[in-house]
Every structure is written in C-alpha cells, then in structure tokens.
C-alpha cells in the first residue's frame, strides 16, 4: 500500500521560507510524478495546483500563483519530493498536499491516484 507523508509546515512571517517534504513508502517512487497542492480556508472543495515533477525529474511546473517563489525537487535515494517556498504571502496560507501518479505529472488534482494527509502552512501578516 502506497503512503504519503507531509511534514515541514508551520507559522512564518510574510516574506520568510519553508521546505516542505512528502516522504513515499509502499511503491515504487522512482516511476511516480510527483505534485503539490494546497486548499485554502474556506475552499475546502477546492485544491489549487502548486507544482509538479515528473518521474525523471527534468519536467518541473508550477502554478502562476506561486511561480518564482516555490521550487519543486526530488531525491529518489530518499523517495522524498520537496517544495521549498520562500518571500511568502499571507495568501499562501493553506493546506498542503503531496500527490503522487504513474510516470507524468498533472495539473488536475482528479489525475492522482495517491495523497498524504496534508501539512499546515500559515503566513502571518
């Protein structure tokens, strides 16, 4: 059985940094694409796309909110994704989510077939 585990949020000021980190177990991590996503409060029926990785690591995307500020790697020794954030804005507050699927990363939260249980991240103004 596949398991997601986030860790790495907290409260930060606005403009300061996180590394968040989705460790996998049960599967195979090296095939998977690997994504962020985050829910915001009072959308919780929504989960916006923060950046992807594909299984080789060469293709990286990153929604426009946070393009820039967010990098997304992988380190498939360890079958950990990251996503480092920095010069945050209170409007990143949300729950962070990792989400895995087979090979190509997407956009679409409906494409992945694996989520952790999400990190809390909170930026205060």
């Known amino acids: 059985q596949v398991h997601l585990g986030e860790s790495g949020g907290g409260l930060v000021q606005r403009g300061g940094s996180l590394k968040l980190s989705c460790v996998v177990s049960g599967g195979a991590f090296a095939d998977y694409a690997m994504a962020w996503f985050r829910q915001a409060p009072g959308k919780e029926r929504e989960r916006e796309f923060v950046?992807?990785?594909?299984?080789?690591?060469?293709?990286?995307h990153y929604g426009d909110a946070v393009k820039g500020r967010f990098t997304i790697s992988r380190h498939d020794v360890l079958n950990t994704v990251y996503l480092q954030m920095d010069r945050l804005p209170p409007e990143a507050t949300a729950r962070y989510y990792c989400?895995?699927?087979?090979?190509?990363?997407?956009?679409?939260?409906?494409?992945?077939?694996?989520w952790g249980q999400g990190t809390q991240v909170t930026v205060s103004s």
């Open positions: 989400a895995s699927r087979y090979y190509s990363a997407d956009q679409n939260p409906d494409a992945c077939a694996y």
């Open positions: 950046a992807s990785i594909n299984f080789s690591g060469n293709g990286k």
